[in-house]
Structures are given as structure tokens and as C-alpha cells.
């Protein structure tokens, strides 16, 4: 894993000139412009930030045309956390500031560094799921398996851990399990933020880079000119770097749609031709090309169907196959439209022919892919061969930018395989973890069969537990109404995970699972749209509309799926802890369950209850580490 280490030489900034160790700084100010000359620069000029603050702009200036503007929360009053701006390799340095003030402590606190630290000062940083080492991160981009190693691109602001500057992050993983961290891979330019996309291994050299490029597809986002347009990147080093193309746009919208993102662009070996969907407002689009740079438009889906009235985004497309026939799989992100509020994930199974996809469900059925309130912007690794490979963002846009987090804001969910599975005449998706992940466990902990469990407490799972395991069990119900498993600390915290069978649920509630106020700094919704779901599972009749209550606290609430997407009376329940996450899997996948928790001690007891008859056998706790 890469790892920075920073160098404190700096002094504190002034107006007019400082000498520190032969660097020469000379800082001057004319109206609201701030001008910064560096002789002999470190690699880093250290910017102090306060979250709170409205964004300034910053840029390098190297006299090229290319020179871009970074948005950065430049503190005033304090320092919340401080990002490193790199001041290039020339033997003078110029940095423009639009908007700092003279007496904003920025400019007092800035610092020069040959080097920048990354060490971990964040409590609720996880022990095993990806996170980058600081700053903002969202999407998974780009994802691409290459040569033994899987690529994750991500929404990226280098420059503080809200949402901005969005470049290509980068991380690399044999395993799916230990990432290394590299050097964002596609910098924001002038035609706008790098928005997400897709990558594919050119291994026939159809565009013309070099046999076995990858080449990446990204939205540019003007967000002045409200404008989004598809643009593309290579690379013949392995996804390190990347060229951008010198012609993009590649691909603009044909009735100047201003929400036209994330293009996902695969092989389709019939046609023997590529292929990309794009989200398009409240559809998504196909195109076709054959040499990935020339796109023609084909058709169109999604208008009016699924969860109602929602943006698209992030789309993927890929085969799946259910006792020997294949089926095809769009996944649509949306924003807002999840059961609970703000982002989710929903998928439609159908056939494509090449031109267009036609989807087997009714337009108002909406089949959700996770059922918890922070599984969003999933995608899937390209280049895979017929294992489909899913990384989804694990946070919501309600209190994204919010989470009690500082040195770095956004996660990624645990990798998924998905399957297809039938029920009730249907087909369904379903998301199971990958077998990857066994390797993480390092103890493991086997508990007697607890036949007609009542109210069992299981106290001190493990020594110098950093609230990082692996709970898996066996639960058949038997006459019960309801049999919960609690995760509990000292504190008094708890996440509750139940079966309630009389209406037919599994349910996590983390209203009381540790720190959970911040979901009041969200924006208030008056009405939010659901779907019934158990109503139409139960009695298989089409999925209609209905509002849902209206939260004052968008963190603090319960999320619950039909177990009758399951079968039998006996669930296999593998539930997956973080420092800050809970992630329930059903029955090897058939029924996910995504949350971020704020435990203020991690969860170290289990109690385990019921109303009536319940058996809990082969209950094993795995601790978990890297």
C-alpha cells in the first residue's frame, strides 16, 4: 500500500516574502485575488480547510491551456483537516486564490511539504472495506479486471472530504480484498468534473491505442454551463495513466439533454460491436460503435418504469443465466427513490436483441437490489468472463456530504457476485459476498445449538475487538412472531436485526445504533415514494405506489425486506460488522441489507431472543482482519 509521510518545514504564510530552507514565498493580493510565488518548491503546498465554508478556487498556474480551476473550503476561522495541492516540478511555483481574505488563518497555516501523511486519524475509518486515504470518494468508475488485478476508479475530490473536483481515484486489488492505493488516474480538466463511466481491455486494438489498452469512458460535467457530454481516456500502463483523447467529446446528447452521464460500455459478441448506455434524465440510451470512438444512437428504456418520478444514473448492462436460459440485467441507480428515502439501487431482467432491451416486469414494479439505505451508484468490473463482480458506494445522498467523518468521507459495500433466482414464477437478482472475503478471518468463535432461544446474551466476543466481524447462523423460526439478534456494546448502543414474521420481514433498526443526530442536517422532504412490497410479494399482485412517512431524521429509522423472496421456515443469516456498517446477507444473497451505523464503542455482545419457538444453530462469529 502506498503510503505519504509529511514533512512539517514549512513556516507560517504572511503577506509580502518568507524565506524558508531556500524556498522564497512571495505572497501578494490585488481586489479578491491571492497570488502565491514559490522559488525551489516542495512537492506540496499543505491548504488548510474548514468543511463549513463556501468553496474558493485554486489554481496552478503553468501557463498551459489545460490550467484548471480546484474548488477548495479554505478555512477562516479554523482547521478542520488540511489536503496537500501539488505545485509541480519547476523551479517556481505559482499558485492563484480566488476569495481568501487577509485575515483568513489559511494563509497563516499554509505549509510546504516534500511529502503528505496519511495516517489514519479517523475513528470510524473501517478496518476492511475499501475507503480512499483521504478526501471525498463516491461512485465506483471505470472498474476493470486486468492481468490479475481489478481496478476500482471512484469519485474523487483530493481537496477536501465533501463533494467536488471530481477526478478519478484509483485502487488496485488481486483479491478484492487488499487494496493499494495509486494516484487519482483522470484529473478534472476545463471541459469540466470527471464524472462516472466504464472501462474495457481493447484487446483487438479497435480503437486504435494499442492492443490491450484500456480505454475509459467518463461524462465531462460543466457544471457553469449546466452542460454533460462523453469523453474518453487510454492507457498502455496497466490503468496507471491515462491520455486523453484529443478529439473528445466522443459522444454528445442529440436534443441537448443536460442530465446525459455515465456511460457503461461493453462487447456484445453477436454484433460483434461495442456497446454503451448511457443515463439519460429518466431513461437510459443505447449506442453502438465499432471502434469505441464513433457512436450511433439505437434506442431507448426506462420511461415510466420502475420507482417513479426518479433521475437515472450510473447504469450497468450485462447477461446472467437462470436454469440455462440467459437473461440480460439493467441496473438503474436513482436518486431519490429508495424505500426509505434518498438512493437506491433497482434493476429490470429482460431480453436484448441488439437494438433495444425489453423488460419482462410490468412498468410499476420497482425490484430493488439492496434493501438497506446505503447501497448506491453499484456497478460492475468489466473483463470478468461470466463471474459479474459488483462494488456498490455505501452512503446516501440525504447526509452524504454529513457523516460524523473527517480525514476522508465514503466507503465502498463489500463486493458482490450477483445471480439470478426464481420465485413465484419470477426472476429475481441477488447479491451474495464474494468468496474472496473467507480469507479475512482470523479467530472464529462456534456457539452450542440454542434450541427454543428465549433471551440469550453473549457478552465479550473477542479481545481487543476493533469492531470488525463476521456473525453467520442458521435460523428457523418454528411458532415464533419474532426472533431478533442484537449487536450491542457497553454503551448501551444497538443495531437490531429481526425476523418478523408476522408481517413477514427482516428488519435492521439503527435508530438507537450510536451517534445518529447528523441525519437532522439533511434537507427536509415533505413526501417520499415507496412501494409496497410485501403486499405485493405476499400476494403477487403488481407493485403500486404509496407514500411513505415523512422521517425527521433521515439517518435515524429501520430498513426491512420481504423474506419471501426466501425459502422455508429456516434462514441463513451471514452478517457482515465494520467500524461503521452493518451488512445482512439471506439465504446466500437472495435478500441484502446495506446501513452505515456510528457506534460510539464498537459492538462487542450479541443477544439473541425470541417470543416463542426458534431454533439458532450453527452460529459461528469470525473475527475479521486484513
Known amino acids: 500500500m502506498t503510503r505519504y509521510k509529511m514533512l512539517a518545514l514549512a513556516a507560517a504564510t504572511i503577506f509580502g516574502s518568507l524565506t524558508v530552507n531556500a524556498q522564497k514565498m512571495n505572497i501578494t493580493t490585488q ?45 477562516q476561522k479554523k482547521v ?36 503528505w501523511q496519511v495516517t489514519n486519524t479517523d475513528y470510524y475509518r473501517p478496518i476492511y472495506h475499501h475507503t480512499p486515504l483521504y478526501g471525498w470518494m463516491n461512485d465506483g468508475n471505470g472498474m476493470v479486471y486486468k492481468d490479475g488485478e481489478y481496478h476500482l476508479y471512484f469519485q474523487y475530490n483530493p481537496y477536501g472530504s465533501k463533494w467536488g473536483n471530481m477526478h478519478w481515484g484509483h485502487s488496485v486489488s488481486r483479491d ?17 468534473h470527471i464524472f ?17 489498452a484500456i480505454v475509459a469512458f467518463y461524462t465531462s460535467a460543466d457544471l457553469v454551463k449546466n452542460t454533460q457530454v462523453q469523453s474518453m481516456a487510454y492507457s498502455t500502463d496497466n490503468g496507471r495513466t491515462y491520455t486523453k483523447y484529443w478529439d473528445n467529446p466522443v459522444l454528445t446528447p442529440f436534443d441537448g439533454l443536460k442530465d446525459f452521464r455515465d456511460p457503461k460500455v461493453f462487447w456484445y459478441a453477436p454484433k460483434k460491436a461495442w456497446y454503451m448506455i448511457v443515463s439519460a434524465d429518466k431513461e437510459m440510451r443505447f449506442y453502438r460503435s465499432h471502434n469505441l470512438i464513433d457512436w450511433t444512437y439505437l434506442s431507448a428504456f426506462g420511461k415510466g418504469y420502475g420507482a417513479q418520478p426518479n433521475q437515472f444514473e450510473c447504469p450497468d448492462f450485462f447477461p446472467l443465466t437462470i436454469n440455462g436460459k440467459q437473461k440480460w440485467v439493467m441496473i438503474v441507480n436513482i436518486n431519490p427513490g429508495c424505500m426509505f428515502g434518498g438512493s437506491a439501487t433497482e434493476y429490470f431482467i429482460g431480453s436484448f436483441d441488439g437494438t433495444k432491451f425489453t423488460c419482462d416486469d410490468q412498468p410499476d414494479e420497482a425490484k430493488f437490489l439492496d434493501y438497506g439505505k446505503d447501497h448506491y451508484a453499484t456497478v460492475t468490473f468489466s473483463n470478468t468472463g461470466s463471474r459479474i463482480v459488483a462494488v456498490p458506494w455505501m452512503s446516501n445522498w440525504q447526509y452524504a456530504n454529513i457523516t460524523p467523518i473527517k480525514q476522508y468521507r465514503g466507503a465502498n459495500a463489500l463486493p458482490r457476485e450477483l445471480f439470478l433466482f426464481g420465485k413465484n414464477n419470477e426472476v429475481f437478482m441477488g447479491a451474495k459476498p464474494v468468496e474472496e472475503l473467507k480469507k479475512m478471518r482470523q479467530e472464529t468463535r462456534v456457539y452450542p445449538d440454542m434450541e427454543q ?3 440469550d446474551v453473549l457478552k465479550n466476543l473477542f479481545n481487543k475487538n476493533d469492531g470488525a466481524f463476521e456473525l453467520e447462523t442458521d435460523v428457523t423460526v418454528n411458532d ?69 412517512v415523512n422521517y425527521q431524521n433521515d439517518f435515524a429509522l429501520g430498513t426491512w425486506a420481504p423474506l419471501n423472496l426466501c425459502e422455508g421456515k429456516t434462514y441463513h443469516l451471514d452478517i457482515f460488522v465494520d467500524k461503521c456498517s452493518v451488512e445482512i446477507f439471506v439465504d446466500g444473497g437472495r435478500i441484502a441489507m446495506t446501513n452505515l451505523v456510528f457506534p460510539t464503542k464498537p459492538y462487542n455482545n450479541l443477544h439473541i431472543y425470541s417470543d416463542g419457538k426458534a431454533d439458532v444453530r450453527n452460529l459461528k462469529v469470525h473475527k475479521l482482519g486484513l
Open 480 to 548: 415464533s412472531r419474532m426472533v431478533g439478534i442484537d449487536l450491542t456494546n457497553d454503551k448501551g448502543e444497538v443495531t437490531k436485526i429481526y425476523l418478523d414474521m408476522q408481517s413477514g420481514k427482516i428488519v435492521m433498526d439503527r435508530t438507537e445504533s450510536g451517534l445518529v443526530e447528523f441525519g437532522k442536517q439533511a434537507v427536509p422532504h415533505d413526501i417520499e415514494k415507496n412501494y409496497d412490497l410485501h403486499e405485493h410479494r405476499a400476494n403477487n399482485t403488481p407493485m403500486r405506489k404509496i407514500n411513505s
Open 31 to 75: 481586489g479578491d485575488t491571492t497570488t502565491i510565488t514559490i522559488q525551489n518548491p516542495k512537492k506540496y503546498l499543505i491548504l488548510p480547510v474548514e468543511e463549513d465554508m463556501k468553496e474558493e478556487q485554486v489554481m496552478l498556474l503553468t501557463g498551459s491551456p489545460e490550467d484548471t480551476w480546484m474548488d477548495v473550503r479554505l478555512a
Open 176 to 192: 478484492l480484498v487488499h487494496w493499494q492505493h495509486l494516484d487519482p488516474a483522470i484529473a478534472r480538466d476545463t471541459l469540466g
Open 453 to 455: 432461544v428465549t433471551d
Open 196 to 212: 462516472s463511466g466504464s472501462s474495457v481491455v481493447d484487446k483487438d486494438n479497435c480503437s486504435g491505442f494499442g492492443k490491450n
Open 80 to 115: 478542520d483537516y488540511n489536503v496537500p495541492f501539488e505545485l509541480g516540478t519547476g523551479k517556481e511555483a505559482v499558485v492563484k486564490i480566488v476569495g481568501l481574505k487577509k485575515g483568513d488563518i489559511a494563509l497563516k497555516k499554509m505549509k510546504l511539504s516534500d511529502e
